[in-house]
């Protein structure tokens, strides 16, 4: 499960939910 979409959109908010 490698999405560059999927892994991005939920990865970011993830690792920097205060941006």
Do not use: A, H
Not at 1 to 19: A, C, D
């Amino acid at each position: 499960m490698f999405f560059p979409q999927l892994s991005v959109r939920g990865f970011i908010p993830q690792i920097l939910p205060r941006i």
